[in-house]
């Protein structure tokens, strides 16, 4: 499809949560508390009057009598500020450099003076009736395979609560998501086809998992595209799931829109099969005003030069790939791990090469080819195989063996395993050969291996049968 | 910089060595211009960037919305006496302005579940922080219920939370043969966020008033964290024993009158209250240039912090636990003691000094240790009283100005519900 030619328009909203505490006061950041909430209270929510022109006293008592709201929380992860009977405290100064930092990752420019506001939402997901957000950063932009994708606003805000369930009278929520701090970056309208959708998505999430001050795991990023075409408004699609899966859901909706004569502006959500389905009508234009109960600040050119500009995950994996010789998709990898770094300076006598595919590989072939969950292996358990390998206590071949063995919690004897000395090698390759006169080189082999199992290098263990037939 | 002439509201476009940027302008600081972008976000820019503004177009004030109100014959008048602490304002969301509103038809358009309760009446008395509040106030607010019990079943009079106990109860003692409930009113969360707690406690006190024949003096605020019920509480009772909490309104050495629930469903707490009647209510102000003292006990006084009451009318003394004060000189450290009893002695020969406590709850006994006793030797009133200094310290000023020959007999003597005979909480 010429997506040009259709007048396709598309843009994409990222909201990141960040790791660190909740965005107006001390309780830590958890997105879902395991404990039991031991707070519980009710409460309605009054739209402000004058907004909505209103003078029929019937229609304005209905409008406003609303849904009963119910919230529980636990006083591990929230506490009066989250039940909105306290005032917010001081905002949370690490989320602001986080802010800082993303904002000159996307070259941003950074406001001079930052106004908390309130965005009025009334469903309850925010006990106070509003989101506390602010911008952060304007006229960024980012380089793409298909050009630039500018970044017109970048805004620091507050995570909502989370709904657990809703009937026609009543709604709850829970509180331990509220006040997460989120970063949410908004791109213009450049993008120019599905795929190019994943790729910036897929380039901003890698941006904000560059500082290391992110929430990672499933829902702590989520991306809203924006969506319209000549002949059909503005949709927003919400809830992917995977990246993977955005440029077939663009596709489809790109179709649907096309067959849609008088379609409106809504919102859909993005269902697993790729395609999508009605949400709800596009909410009005954000009622904002300012949060009064924090004073607007200044950030100082020298509060910019303090935040230490963190480098792109890409450039570190291209450096490890470099360094190391590694293959990029291992590099990636890599990154992600903590030991690394760690044992390849321990163990010198290990090719670095080695401790990257004992720390990615070993625990990837232990789950597809022995079946065994390899998520139980803790940081221990490979520094003991790369120790002992790199004291040549035990040989290449044993390393899966034993860390599938650990990956069960089974005991590891480290005399099984033991290396046998060579001459030790060449009698017992001598006496098997010998018992197994005419057999092929590789039912040889095989008893080999049965009898020395782990203990020998299958390599040398060849070149010695080879000798003896 | 270049500037052309704008005001607030008007939309501009700003030039700086940034580039340009086009919203609403809005009250600005010193250093930065504040600007409400197209998005609804401020931004604030540094005034030395800036190189020029341009007017796009003036502000155009929206139309005011009204609600219609209709009297209904059945129901009870109730009056709205505004002191301050915004119960009802809207925001304006082009300027973010928040603008208080007072008039009954703004009020019946904010909280319309009033329309079905009562008929309403209001006027604005004051628009000021409670903390400012001072006796001739108390006087003002008297004369307008006064004025406003001629044709109202019922007061409400909207108060800023932090003196709302104070302001209770100096009106208690004021209004003597009070024939009509007044029922004092705040909001912990102000009225510009769709989560205040103003909503409830004025339509639980409005509820009160159109059911229930009470005839006194009372605070209604949040019962606890939700939105369902409000405390009728005392008068003289009445502490904000939480700074920001909903339901940081508690009875001190007394029990609430009443819960009221949101649908008008009451549950007496405590049913012996005035109830309504036809007494000719009478006015007894407190004399607005009255210098009463207060001076809490704490470690290491000096008796120069009790000197300067020499000029005043009256002192209440804070003391600690029972009722003590440091006035023992027992070593070398403490010689500073004998000249506070003797200040003590010589302040109570000019002015009433009272005693009340800093302990949260409980009664003043001065006779159990030799403190207590020398306080007393020394002229200090007040034993045996359970009154919270709050109170107290109203009464003294209440006392002095209406019954000033009687000031040590009447201060221990219940007069408002402020001092019970048995102690029970």
């Known amino acids: ?469 | 910089m270049k500037k052309e002439a704008f005001s607030h509201g008007d939309l501009i476009e700003i030039t700086t060595f940034e580039g340009i940027k086009k919203g609403t302008y809005m009250p600005s600081s010193e250093k930065f211009l504040t600007l409400k972008l197209e998005s609804g976000y401020n931004i604030g820019i540094s005034k030395k960037k800036i190189k020029s503004i341009k007017l796009i177009s003036k502000y155009k004030k929206p139309k005011e919305n009204l609600c219609n109100v209709s009297k209904k014959k059945n129901l009870k008048t109730i009056t709205i006496l505004h002191t301050g602490g915004t119960i009802a304002s809207e925001v304006d969301y082009n300027t973010g302005a928040v603008t208080a509103k007072f008039t009954p038809e703004e009020l019946i358009c904010m909280f319309p579940e009033l329309s079905n309760i009562a008929n309403i009446e209001s006027k604005l008395i004051r628009n000021m922080f409670s903390e400012d509040i001072r006796f001739a106030h108390y006087n003002i607010l008297a004369k307008e219920i006064e004025k406003a019990s001629k044709n109202s079943d019922g007061i409400i009079i909207t108060h800023g939370t932090d003196t709302i106990g104070y302001t209770a109860a100096a009106l208690s003692f004021i209004l003597e043969n009070l024939n009509i409930p007044v029922i004092l009113v705040g909001a912990q969360r102000s009225s510009d966020r769709p989560s205040t707690d103003a909503a409830i406690n004025l339509i639980c006190a409005s509820q009160f008033i159109a059911k229930s024949n009470f005839a006194e003096v009372a605070v209604c605020m949040h019962e606890n964290m939700s939105d369902e019920s409000c405390l009728i509480l005392p008068g003289t009772r009445t502490r904000k024993c939480h700074s920001s909490r909903r339901d940081g309104f508690k009875a001190i050495n007394s029990s609430p009158i009443a819960q009221v629930k949101t649908d008008g469903t009451i549950n007496y707490i405590n049913s012996s209250f005035s109830k309504t009647s036809n007494l000719n209510l009478k006015l007894k102000l407190i004399k607005e240039n009255l210098k009463i003292g207060w001076i809490k006990s704490h470690p290491n006084m000096y008796s120069k912090e009790l000197e300067v009451y020499k000029s005043f009318d009256g002192l209440l003394i804070e003391g600690t636990g029972l009722g003590h004060f440091p006035i023992n000189s027992t070593d070398k450290e403490t010689k500073e003691h004998s000249k506070m009893l003797n200040t003590i002695k010589a302040l109570t020969k000019k002015i009433p000094v009272a005693m009340s406590t800093q302990a949260i709850s409980g009664r003043i006994n001065m006779n159990v240790y030799s403190t207590g006793r020398l306080l007393q030797e020394a002229g200090v009133i007040g034993n045996y009283s359970d009154m919270q200094p709050e109170t107290a310290y109203i009464k003294l000023a209440w006392l002095l100005s209406n019954h000033k020959k009687e000031v040590k007999k009447l201060f221990t003597e219940n007069l408002r519900g402020e001092i019970s005979k048995r102690s029970l909480e």
């Not at chain 1, 190391?324 to 990898?333: I, V």
Request: net charge positive; with cysteine; charged share 30%.
């Open chain 1, 1 to 469: 499809m010429n997506y040009k030619n259709i007048g396709f328009k598309c843009g994409l909203e990222v909201h990141q949560q960040l790791e660190t505490h909740n965005l107006f006061c001390n309780c830590p950041s958890l997105v879902r508390d395991p404990n039991n909430p031991n707070i519980k209270f009710n409460r309605k929510l009054r739209a402000s009057a004058g907004e909505t022109g209103t003078i029929d006293l019937a229609a304005a008592f209905e409008t406003k009598k609303g849904k009963k709201i119910f919230y529980e929380a636990c006083s591990t992860s929230s506490c009066l500020v989250e039940c909105d009977d306290e005032p917010p405290h001081k905002l949370n100064e690490d989320a602001i450099d986080t802010a800082i930092m993303i904002a000159m990752l996307l070259n941003a420019k950074i406001v001079d003076q930052i106004h908390v506001m309130r965005k009025v939402v009334v469903d309850g997901s925010n006990t106070t009736g509003f989101q506390r957000t602010m911008l952060i950063a304007t006229d960024g932009y980012i380089e793409t395979s298909k050009g630039k994708v500018s970044i017109p606003t970048i805004c620091l805000e507050e995570e909502s609560a989370q709904k657990l369930n809703s009937t026609d009278y009543s709604i709850t929520y829970r509180l331990d998501r509220l006040g997460v701090p989120l970063i949410e970056v908004a791109t213009g309208p450049d993008i120019k086809d599905p795929e190019h959708a994943k790729e910036t998505a897929s380039l901003l999430g890698m941006i904000l998992r560059s500082t290391n001050r992110v929430k990672r795991g499933i829902g702590t990023i989520r991306q809203d595209v924006n969506l319209s075409i000549k002949t059909h408004p503005r949709v927003e699609v919400k809830g992917f799931q995977e990246l993977r899966y955005m440029p077939r859901v663009i596709e489809n909706e790109v179709q649907r829109q096309q067959k849609e004569k008088s379609g409106k502006p809504h919102v859909r959500k993005a269902n697993p099969d790729g395609t999508t389905s009605f949400l709800r009508p596009m909410p009005g234009s954000a009622r904002m005003y300012p949060e009064t109960d924090h004073p607007p600040f200044e950030i100082t050119p020298n509060q910019i030069k303090l935040v230490k500009i963190p480098e792109l995950i890409t450039e570190k994996a291209l450096k490890l790939e470099k360094k190391y010789n590694l293959q990029p998709s291992l590099a990636k990898e890599l990154l992600e791990n903590k030991q690394f770094d760690f044992l390849v300076k321990r163990y010198t006598k290990l090719e670095p090469f080695t401790i990257a595919q004992i720390l990615i590989e070993t625990p990837k072939e232990i789950e597809s080819r022995l079946k065994i969950n390899a998520s139980k292996l803790k940081e221990q358990d490979f520094e003991f195989v790369i120790k002992n390998l790199n004291e040549n206590k035990i040989q290449k071949s044993a390393v899966i063996n034993i860390l599938s063995k650990l990956a069960e919690n089974k005991k590891v004897n480290l005399a099984d395993y033991e290396v046998i000395s060579d001459t030790k090698l060449e009698q017992e390759v001598k006496k098997i050969v010998e018992a197994n006169k005419g057999a092929s080189l590789n039912a040889i082999m095989g008893e080999v291996m049965k009898k020395l199992q782990s203990k020998v290098d299958g390599k040398k263990a060849m070149e010695l049968i080879k000798k003896f037939i």
